[in-house]
């Protein structure tokens, strides 16, 4: 009896410990991926009208239009030599 209480014990701290991990990335770690993927596909699907280089990056002023059909505006890295034609 004694040694099924100790995998039970071992079973609960696994879980809790598995738990604590999973709770960490969805707090701390997933809303920083989430912004990322929204930004790169925002700058994926949009215009460019004037970009700056400044090194090996390009800042481009650029326009999309979000889920509502309203026009948004954001600024978009690139590397220098990948940068939309303005």
Known sequence: ???ATGELNMT???VVAIAAVAAFF???VWPSI???ITRNT???NASCTSCTTKGS???CQCSYIDADG???SIT???PADEAPAS
């Open 1 to 3: 009896m004694k040694e």
């Open 12 to 14: 609960v701290v696994t």
């Open 26 to 28: 969805y707090a701390f």
């Open 34 to 36: 989430r912004t990322s």
């Open 42 to 44: 925002n700058c994926a």
């Open 57 to 59: 990056k390009a800042e």
């Open 70 to 72: 309203t026009e948004q």
């Open 76 to 78: 978009c890295s690139y």
